[in-house]
Nanobody
Framework: VQLQASGGGAVEAGGSLTLSCKASGRTFTNYGVAWFRQAPGKDREFIASIHWSGTRTFYVDSVKGRFTVSRDNVQMTAWLQMNVLKPEDTAVYYC??????????????????WGKGTQVTVSS
């Protein structure tokens, strides 16, 4: 499956952005979707995921209550709505399709695919 992430940009602290992840190729409902981010000089960080059905979501503590992940299987698109952005949210954001992912963001079975990242910059 091919993934195309978009929607990044520069915002001030407290602002909002919505990232999109458009899938093509394979059956979208075969895959859960996760969002990762990588800040300069840091490892890639798992931040949120959504089950293929859209009925279950997971967020790490640093984004819980501020970020919302959603998907539309007909449009083959997932979104990451980011509110109350903070300077520490500055990173390149990646969408990720997977068959089975654990709550640390580790693929534990099957296959996975990455989209190219989109830059989010939050100024104070």
């Amino acid at each position: 499956v091919q993934l195309q992430a978009s929607g990044g940009g520069a915002v001030e602290a407290g602002g909002s952005l919505t990232l999109s992840c458009k899938a093509s190729g394979r059956t979208f409902t075969n895959y859960g979707v996760a969002w990762f981010r990588q800040a300069p000089g840091k490892d890639r960080e798992f931040i949120a995921s959504i089950h293929w059905s859209g009925t279950r979501t997971f967020y790490v503590d640093s984004v819980k209550g501020r970020f919302t992940v959603s998907r539309d299987n007909v449009q083959m698109t997932a979104w990451l709505q980011m509110n109350v952005l903070k300077p520490e949210d500055t990173a390149v954001y990646y969408c990720h399709a997977h068959t089975v992912l654990d709550y640390s963001g580790t693929l534990i079975d099957g296959e996975d695919y990455w989209g190219k990242g989109t830059q989010v910059t939050v100024s104070s």
